[in-house]
């Protein structure tokens, strides 16, 4: 079997965004960077608490994909989920309600951080156990499948889930059953505070090109490559053509949690500065939107500091927002089951 | 606006680090991403950069602090003087203690400093009281004694005295609520409060309960119910009450009272309230002998005793046998019970030393106290046991067949019993029978008033 | 006696069954250079090199089922999981496979394993951080289970652990890593069901398992300020279980709460609860009371989460009230 490998390079102009979907993409990975400087400045200074991942370094890659879907498209997000959120359409404010825990968060300050969710625009929720996910996502496309639905769900996982053996019997079914579900692998290099390298043997592609799936291996830095590719396996999903495979290749700038702060026994220093300095994701797609004339440097700083506004306004909001009440405590823990239902016969 | 310099969260195990060292010192101009200080942490250490770009200013820590994470170390101003504002302290930087229960954001109203009025345990097997009525409104002036509210328990319904002078600053309850017991439902103060107000338990329970670490563990004395007493005798139930179904005992109460042979259905037809505990052995096995009552078992019964001082009832005796001739203090005794008892024509059998005699009280003054001869004589409708020269210091026998109230000595006191069936009177006549009695002991003059 | 970290203890106790046995090793998600996350096992790598200090990718069930392999031919791998919330991926391979063995071999073969993880609510780590799942595992036969109250016992009892001839699940409070606690420079082991009497009382026995041992004896210094003597207990392991000890002590006192950090349906409470009402019935002059965590999944909002696990002026409220002789749960 030959492989269906493809690795990706920088995508044509000819086929590139609109000028509005170009600004959009660049406008929706410096929300998710402010987001994170937010969050990580709240958690550093003791005002957010419990353990919370920054996305900073990956946002041409949730940017790239959810910006090829629609709001009835499904994900699902991983402990790392605040850039996946914001891709699929949060706003801030009920972000950092959820992220403080207050009761005007997206789950009512139930969640937190690892377990934040958007129904509203398909995000089915950030998951603290590492692969947790991958049955959901795949079980929301057989659902679509079978109700003769359209939308696409895609999973989104570390390279460290690829440990995962949930992983292999949902891509064989999904396989099996040609569901339309896409397997995001964000491969920042690093599982946790090991490299990457160290816990996988072989190629993380080729895991899912034993099942039959078509899987590529992409710039996880480059939203337009990322893009241009999500918007043809999305249409190609909804066509049945599904199950699809991505390897994103993409960098986290900080610590696996915050507080990880001392992590030169696993990579250095130096690769870090390499990555921010010669590789991001908003410098590339910054330098490019000027270069393409879509953009001018003083629009582009304009819009930046107009983001760093917004997040600033709904940080102090998020703090000064009520806490649930304690009567919420034991609310949610059984939904409710419509009696009427119940009865034989209906 | 100047940027706080906080002491990082480090490590998951980690609420605090050492300052190492300041790479700035204050005055120094910083630019965004310079390092700031050192940190020990995990025993390694890291550099924590500004986060803004500024002069450092209003630095709290030195080298070799221990500092706990969320604190302000430093701020990074747009001038390079010293604000001199920061408190080093939590405050900008709420750490565990601030977070988990502070309620800043609640619109409800401030909590009122003042002595707290909660709700009153009134039965064992209660947990709650529901608010009948608030008898004092917000801002209402109110005396201890005065009634707050009547709490709906146990199918009655008992009014509640207010405990402490003042004012309502705070009710914390709507009438009609359920109220846990020991929960706060009112805030008197001293002083005139400037905005009393009124609000539900379901609202109130949102803000904290006022002063929680304060609440003393049982509820205030004065906050009891005025009527219901927990002791037993005093508000004995119906013995329908106490007889219905099995009796509710603990596992080592029943094996304690097999093993001694005590019954203990007859603490509930004697009134105690249910469950028995071992402790509640002890009373049971001083309980008579249950043939000896004359009436039946089954019958209900009252038992009331109270203490008063002795020395004005000696006094009186002194007096009334040197100016009035009345040498027999049994006498006197029986007098006082009858008028208590009614103003008019009430027949006394007193017992002193084994002997019974009779007298018939027609009116208050001494001298219409008249012997009669015990076997021609109308029925006594009370008996009153002269024990004060006896070594008793506490009697319960049970109901007989017309009231008996008792007199015993207990050191400088006089301790007065009153048993009877419930038949012969209610509780409250009960009540006033011994209270009068008790009265007029105290202060004998007050017979002749 | 000099004072060290709980995590400290873990280490060291680690540190000299590695020395004093060959066979051991250990395994799990980041377990030498990181150290784990809590740093509980800074070091060892450094000694023991990465040929026993083993990082295995994030495959819980993968590495523990290499554990339970390795256990039963002839080594004895003490097996790290990140956190106790990830019993439930590894449920297989720990009840299917470790616990039943030797049994099912009718005695020839064993699984000296260790699992440690952790428990413990309150660090604002949300529903799946945050569990107490030693009911889980306790409740199969054939593991053993021990939850260490202390730096003294997390010590005492992971030698014993390593020791033992079965699978062992040692669960150490998270919240505790940096609590420090006497610990003897000699070397100690504390036997399995040995339960340990904290405080000494006569009116009401306060059985406390874990992270619950301290609140159970700040309850105590409270009711000791009202005249309530408390005894406290912890029983130290779960499984086995120091029976006579805790019946021995509600004979004495007639009353008892029983406390732990578990969701308090079908939980570790109402298991001792229910031991001490069958063996203890006659002596009992109150109900035997559970506290367990509340039965909701751990909220994240700090102000929600506080509510949901034993506090001291809890315990000491219901204890109060068990003394008074009231009826908590009126019929």
Redesign the interface.
């Known amino acids: 079997m030959t492989s269906k490998t493809k690795t990706r390079t920088r995508a044509k102009t000819a086929s590139g965004p609109s000028k509005e979907e170009a600004l959009r993409m660049y406008t929706q990975m410096v929300r998710i960077r402010t987001f994170e400087d937010n969050a990580n400045q709240l958690y550093l200074s003791g005002k957010m ?3 919370t991942h920054m996305y900073s370094g990956e946002e041409a890659v949730a940017v790239g994909i959810c910006e090829a879907l629609t709001d009835s498209d499904r994900i699902t997000s991983t402990h790392r989920g605040h850039g996946h959120c914001v891709a699929k359409g949060a706003n801030y404010k009920e972000m950092f309600c959820e992220l403080l ?2 009761q005007e968060g997206y ?9 934040i969710a958007d129904q509203n625009h398909g995000n089915l929720g950030a ?6 996910s991958m049955g959901i996502a795949t079980g929301s496309a057989l659902r679509a499948k079978l109700l003769g639905q359209d939308d696409v769900t895609v999973c989104f996982f570390g390279d ?6 949930l992983l292999y019997e949902v891509m064989n079914m999904a396989a099996l059953w040609k569901l339309p579900v896409i397997f995001a692998c964000e491969n920042n290099g690093y ?4 490299k990457t390298e ?3 043997a072989g190629s993380i592609t080729a895991r899912a090109e034993a099942f039959g799936i078509e899987a590529f291996q992409v710039d996880g830095q480059d939203v337009l490559g990322v893009n241009e590719l999500s918007k043809k396996l999305v249409a190609r999903c909804r066509d049945g053509d599904g199950p699809f495979f991505l390897e994103l290749l993409t960098y986290r700038y900080h610590g696996h ?1 915050v507080g ?1 702060i001392n992590r030169e ?2 990579r250095s220093k130096k690769e870090e500065a390499d990555w921010k300095e010669n590789r991001d994701p908003i410098i590339r797609f910054r330098a490019w939107l000027v270069e393409q004339g879509i953009a001018e440097e003083s629009e582009i700083d304009a819009l930046n500091a107009q983001i760093k506004q917004d997040a600033k306004e709904a940080v102090a909001y998020a703090e000064a927002a009520a ?2 009440g ?1 009567e ?3 609310m949610h ?1 059984y939904a409710e089951t419509d009696p009427a239902t119940l009865r034989a016969g209906k | 606006m100047p940027l706080d310099v906080i002491m990082p969260a480090l ?5 605090k680090g050492v300052l190492l060292a300041w790479h700035k010192s204050p005055g120094d101009p910083v630019a965004e991403g310079d390092p700031l200080f050192e940190v020990e942490t ?2 390694a250490t890291m550099e924590v950069e500004a986060q803004g770009s500024g002069f450092l200013t209003d630095v709290t820590a030195s080298a070799g602090d221990e500092i706990p994470v969320g604190q302000t170390v430093a701020r990074i101003s747009e001038t390079a003087e010293d604000t001199g504002t920061t408190s080093g302290t939590a405050q900008d930087s709420p750490s565990d203690e601030e ?3 502070s ?1 800043d954001h609640q619109a409800s109203p401030a909590m009122p400093e003042g002595e707290q009025v909660i709700m009153p ?1 009134l039965g ?4 709650a009281g529901q608010i009948v009525a608030w008898r004092k409104a917000p801002g209402d002036a109110v005396t201890a004694s005065d009634i707050l509210f009547e709490v709906e328990t146990d199918k009655s319904v008992v009014e509640v005295e207010a405990g402490h002078d003042g004012f309502v600053a705070a009710l914390l309850a709507e009438k009609g609520e359920d109220a846990p017991v020991g929960h706060v439902i009112a805030i008197i103060t001293r002083e005139k409060p400037e905005s009393p107000f009124q609000q539900s338990l379901s609202a109130a329970g949102k803000s904290p309960q006022p002063a929680e670490a304060t609440k003393s ?1 049982e509820p205030a004395p004065a906050n009891k119910p005025a009527p219901a007493s927990r002791k037993p005798a005093a508000t004995p139930k119906a013995p329908g009450a106490a007889r219905e179904g099995r009796i ?1 005992a ?6 304690l009272a097999l093993e001694r042979g005590l019954d203990l259905a007859r603490l509930a037809e004697n009134g105690y309230p249910q ?1 028995y ?4 052995l002890d009373t049971l096995a001083q309980l008579p002998d249950a043939k000896t009552p004359a009436l039946s078992g089954a019958a209900p019964s009252r038992y009331l005793s109270a203490d008063v001082a002795a020395h004005g009832f000696d006094q009186f005796a002194a007096w009334a046998a040197e100016e009035a001739g009345l040498t027999n203090p049994g006498a006197l005794l029986a007098g006082f019970a009858g008028v208590s008892l009614s103003h008019t024509g009430i027949t006394v059998a007193l017992e002193t030393f084994g002997k019974t005699r009779l007298f018939e009280v027609r009116g208050r003054r001494l001298g219409s106290l008249v012997e009669v001869d015990p076997e021609s004589g109308p029925a006594p409708d009370l008996k009153l046991r002269d024990l004060r020269f006896g070594h008793l210091n506490s009697l319960q026998t049970g109901p007989e067949e017309i009231p008996v109230l008792s007199v015993l000595a207990k050191g400088e006191n006089l301790t007065l019993t009153l048993e009877c069936a419930a038949e012969h009177l209610d509780a409250s006549a009960a009540i006033a029978l011994l209270s009068d009695f008790a009265g007029r002991l105290e202060q004998p003059l007050r017979h002749l008033l | 006696m000099r004072e060290i970290t709980l ?1 400290q203890a873990v280490n060291e106790a680690l540190v000299e069954e590695m020395r004093r046995d060959p066979t051991t090793f250990i395994i799990g ?2 377990v030498a ?2 150290g784990t ?4 096992l ?1 070091g060892l790598v450094e000694e023991f090199g990465t040929s026993r200090v083993i ?5 819980e ?2 590495f523990v089922g290499i554990g339970v392999g390795a256990a039963l031919t002839g080594a004895r791998p003490i097996v790290d999981l990140m956190f106790g ?2 019993i439930y ?1 590894v449920m297989d391979q720990l009840c299917n496979q470790a616990a039943k063995q030797h049994y099912m071999s009718g005695g020839k073969l064993s699984v000296p394993m260790v699992l440690r993880t952790n428990l413990g609510a309150t ?7 945050s569990q107490s799942l030693q009911a889980l595992v306790a409740h199969i036969p054939g593991i053993k289970v021990a939850l260490p109250s202390s730096a003294y016992e997390a010590k005492g009892l992971m030698k014993t652990a390593i020791r033992d001839n079965n699978p062992v699940v040692i669960i150490e409070d ?1 919240l505790m ?2 609590d420090k606690a006497p610990v003897p420079e000699e070397e100690y082991l504390i036997p399995f069901g040995e339960a340990n009497i904290k405080r000494e009382g006569s009116d009401i026995t306060l059985v406390a398992t874990s992270s619950m041992v301290q609140v159970a004896e700040a309850a105590a210094s409270i009711l000791e300020k ?1 005249g309530i003597s408390a005894e406290v207990i912890d029983p130290r392991t779960i499984v086995p279980l120091d029976e006579k000890t805790l019946i021995e002590s509600v004979k004495k006192t ?1 009353r008892a709460i029983v406390i732990d950090e578990g969701h308090q349906n079908y939980g570790i409470t109402g298991e001792i609860a229910s031991r001490l009402n069958e063996k203890a ?6 109900p035997v009371l559970r506290m367990g965590a ?4 751990v ?10 696990v034993p506090t001291p002026e809890g315990v000491a ?1 219901n204890a ?1 009230r068990l003394c008074a ?4 749960h ?2």
């Not at chain 3, 996350?37 to 509980?40: D, E, N, Q, T």
């Open positions: 608490q419990g353990l825990g207050k789950c009512r300050g139930k969640g937190g951080s690892m377990h998951n603290a156990i590492v692969g947790g460290g889930a690829t440990a995962q053996g599982s946790e505070y090991t160290e816990i996988a949690h990880d026994y696993y806490y649930p304690v919420e405590v034991d823990v | 490590g998951m195990a980690q609420d995990d025993k977070t988990p229960t309620d345990a064992m097997a209660q947990d563990a509710l603990s596992p080592k109460a029943r094996r469950p505990h071992v402790k509640d | 995590s998600e980041d250079e990181a996350p809590f740093k509980v800074s990082d295995t990718p994030i495959s069930p993968g919330d990830f991926l660090r604002r780590s949300g529903a799946q951080h998270k890593y940096q009202e007639s019935f006659y002596y009992l002059d109150a509340m039965d909701v999944p909220p994240f909002s700090p102000v929600l989460e506080d509510l949901t409220e109060r002789g009231e009826m908590i009126a019929a």
